[in-house]
């Protein structure tokens, strides 16, 4: 089992500022116009109220114009960082900045170059955390050129330290201290070993992927109790017991009899999509992929679920699975990425098993999507794999409400069990 190691370095009074990252992250480049997407398309524009004071002084001739327009205030901001939004423009199906040439580059930039642009434009699709002072980097696959270097590395993801000049704009999505007193009886007194636990789990290529992800459900779940019986002291010996667990496969047999129940699978992941489609969706590339679904397994209003299910298995079997077993590796990828940056198992405030629970469902969303379009596409390929992948982040890991929709739902008609979540990870 290859091992990750987070160096705990504070960075101290040097010209530079020491970050862990993804061995990706240190390769990556905008590739500006020869993009096959946009991050200034279908998402709205958030200013920082530096930045948007900044625009408010600026006298352009062809910048002023459009400021004086689309740059709006924002009541409803949380942080300084949603000061203000940029109103977007209405081009055939896609809402875009107004800042947008035809080139697919940004006027602000090129006008004024890299300073003039927001905190948030600068940052994109870069994450930062701060951990215990120790500073992360990561990317978000919503960007194709990063998913690219995140997800198609056959060999997994390896984590090493970078360095960057201190007063480097960025963005800094989350930042906490695990030994702040307030975190004593509590799980994320024990974080960094929940990281180290369920990184390495992913990465434990001994084992087939869903059962990668079911071992780490179980041991969620474990988690998850000591922390509702105030026993977050035996969290340390959980995470031993698992690990001895997994190096002499005692969890072998049981995983072998988990069954597979395909039709289940995709009734329940269909009604958890059309809630993100419900809610509106913006990425002419998802809606691309999303039809493809629908006309591969030709899900209709008259359709029995039962031959909906049928087709749904049969193009599991003809075209995913062996796709699959072929290229594990970018779904590792993925969700290693995913749990690196979220900060998993204690993502964004979220219970232990909750937060399990939502990296199960992107998961599996995505596998469903790929059945689905391998029937019109008569197979998979890594192109078609990135193009869903892609957009479905675009379109569903930058949306907190949607998750907050889809984590209730699976409450209210209690999915949230390790019952259904084996449903929705094997096929």
């Not at 089992?1 to 905008?30: A, H, L």
């Not at 796709?323 to 940056?341: C, D, G, S």
């Amino acid at each position: 089992m290859r091992q990750i190691t987070f160096e705990d370095k504070v960075p101290g009074m040097n010209q530079t500022r020491k970050f862990i990252v993804p061995g990706y992250v240190k390769d990556f480049k905008c590739i500006g116009a020869a993009c096959e997407d946009s991050c200034c398309i279908g998402w709205n524009v958030d200013i920082d109220q530096h930045t948007y004071m900044k625009y408010k002084k600026m006298r352009d001739a062809e910048l002023t114009p459009i400021i004086e327009k689309h740059l709006k205030r924002n009541r409803a901001a949380s942080s300084e960082a949603q000061y203000g939004k940029i109103k977007l423009n209405k081009l055939n199906d896609d809402f875009r900045c107004p800042f947008l040439d035809e080139r697919k580059l940004c006027k602000i930039q090129i006008c004024k170059g890299e300073k003039y642009l927001s905190s948030v434009c600068t940052s994109y699709p870069r994450i930062i955390n701060d951990v215990n002072s120790v500073f992360e980097r990561s990317a978000t696959v919503s960007c194709p050129e990063a998913a690219r270097l995140a997800l198609l590395n056959p060999r997994g993801i390896e984590f090493v330290e970078d360095e960057e000049p201190i007063g480097t704009r960025h963005f800094l999505r989350a930042r906490i201290d695990t030994n702040d007193r307030k975190f004593a009886n509590k799980p994320e007194k024990y974080l960094w070993d929940l990281r180290i636990f369920t990184i390495n789990a992913l990465q434990n290529r001994s084992y087939k992927l869903w059962e990668r992800l079911i071992i780490i459900g179980m041991f969620c779940k474990k988690i998850e109790e000591c922390v509702t019986e105030n026993k977050t002291d035996e969290i340390p010996g959980v995470i031993g017991l698992f690990t001895d667990c997994i190096n002499d496969r005692s969890f072998s047999e049981g995983l072998s009899g988990i069954p597979t129940q395909n039709t289940i699978q995709m009734e329940l992941l269909k009604q958890i999509a059309d809630t993100r489609y419900v809610m509106g969706i913006n990425s002419a590339r998802y809606i691309e992929c999303f039809n493809d679904f629908l006309v591969g397994i030709q899900y209709t209003e008259d359709s029995r679920i039962e031959d909906i299910g049928t087709r749904y298995s049969e193009a599991y079997a003809r075209y995913v699975e062996g796709f699959i077993r072929e290229h594990e590796y970018i779904f590792e990828n993925y969700l290693v990425n995913f749990a690196f940056k979220n900060i998993f198992p204690l993502s964004d405030g979220k219970t232990v098993f909750d937060s399990y629970m939502v990296l199960v469902l992107h998961y599996a969303l995505i596998k469903m999507h790929l059945i689905g379009m391998s029937i019109p596409h008569e197979g998979l390929t890594v192109e078609l794999t990135l193009k869903l992948i892609q957009s479905f982040a675009k379109e569903v890991e930058h949306n907190q409400q949607y998750i907050s929709v889809i984590i209730e739902l699976m409450k209210q008609n209690n999915y949230n069990t390790m019952a259904y979540m084996a449903i929705f990870i094997k096929n």
